[in-house]
C-alpha cells in the first residue's frame, strides 16, 4: 500500500520566518496535490505538480516535486497570519487511488 | 459556475443504521471522488465513479457503495453502521486527466 508522510505534523512559526513542508511517499506516482484546510472546513486545492522537477508558486507557498526522491516540499516564504491551516498532500497511484498524507498543521504566530 | 455541493450538512444516526449522502459535482464535471476524513487526520479514499462507473476504491469494505448518475451527481451509501464511520464525508469532482479536484464542503456523520 502507498504511505505518504508529511513532515512536520505541527509547525508553529513567527510572522515574517520562511520554512518548508516535506512530503515523502512510497511508490512511483507522476502527480502530487497540495491541499489546504482550514478549521471545519473543506480542503482547497492549491497545487498540481505533474512532473519531475515541477515547480509552482502562489504568493508566499512555492510547492516542488522530485519524482526520483519521491518528495514534494511546500515552502512558506515570509509567513502571514492568513497561512495557518492544515496542508496536506496527495498522490495517486495506479488504479486512481488518491492517498494523502496525514497533514501538516501550521500556526502562524504574529 | 456552480460549486461541489454535498448535504445533508450533518447527520447523527445509530448504530445498524444506513446512511445515504449526496453530492452534486461541479459543473463540466464527470469524476467524483469520495473521501472519509476522522478527526485529527487525512481524507482516506473511498472510491471513485467515472462517467457512472466505480473507477478506483480504497480500502474500504462492501458495506461501503455508490452510484453516479448521468448528470454526474453522485451518493455514497453505508450500511450497518459502526461507531467508527463517525467523520467527515466529502466528495471531490474533476474533469478528465490530471486536473485537481474540487472539494464540497463535506457531511460530518455521527454514529451514536
Known amino acids: 500500500e502507498l504511505k505518504v508522510e508529511q513532515n512536520p505534523l505541527f509547525l508553529s512559526m513567527q510572522e515574517g520566518k520562511n520554512y518548508t513542508i516535506y512530503c515523502n511517499y512510497s511508490?512511483?506516482?507522476?502527480?502530487l496535490y497540495w491541499y489546504r484546510q482550514d478549521p471545519g472546513k473543506s480542503l482547497e486545492s492549491l497545487f498540481v505538480?505533474?512532473?519531475?522537477?515541477a515547480v509552482k508558486q502562489e504568493g508566499r507557498l512555492m510547492a516542488s516535486l522530485d519524482t526520483k526522491a519521491r518528495l514534494s516540499t511546500l515552502h512558506i516564504t515570509a509567513a502571514v497570519h492568513d497561512l495557518s491551516a492544515t496542508y496536506f498532500c496527495?498522490?495517486?497511484?495506479?488504479?486512481?487511488?488518491?492517498?494523502f498524507g496525514t497533514g501538516t498543521s501550521l500556526t502562524v504566530i504574529p | 459556475e456552480t460549486g461541489v455541493t454535498q448535504s445533508p450538512t450533518h447527520l447523527i444516526k445509530t448504530r445498524g443504521q444506513q446512511v445515504t449522502l449526496r453530492c452534486s459535482s461541479q459543473?463540466?464535471?464527470?469524476?467524483v471522488s469520495w473521501y472519509q476524513q476522522a478527526l485529527g487526520q487525512g481524507p482516506q479514499f473511498i472510491f471513485q465513479?467515472?462517467?457512472?462507473?466505480?473507477?478506483g476504491r480504497g480500502n474500504f469494505p462492501p458495506r461501503f457503495s455508490g452510484l453516479q448518475f448521468p448528470n454526474y451527481s453522485s451518493e455514497l451509501n453505508v450500511n450497518a453502521l459502526e461507531l467508527d464511520d463517525s467523520a467527515l464525508y466529502l466528495c471531490?469532482?474533476?474533469?478528465?486527466?490530471?486536473?485537481?479536484?474540487?472539494f464540497g464542503p463535506g457531511t460530518r456523520l455521527l454514529v451514536l
Open positions: 465513479y467515472y462517467r457512472e462507473e466505480e473507477n
Open positions: 511508490t512511483t506516482s507522476d502527480r
Open positions: 459543473s463540466g464535471h464527470n469524476t
Open positions: 505538480l505533474l512532473s519531475n522537477g
Open positions: 471531490a469532482s474533476s474533469s478528465t486527466g490530471p486536473e485537481t479536484q474540487y
Open positions: 496527495a498522490v495517486i497511484s495506479t488504479g486512481n487511488q488518491f492517498y
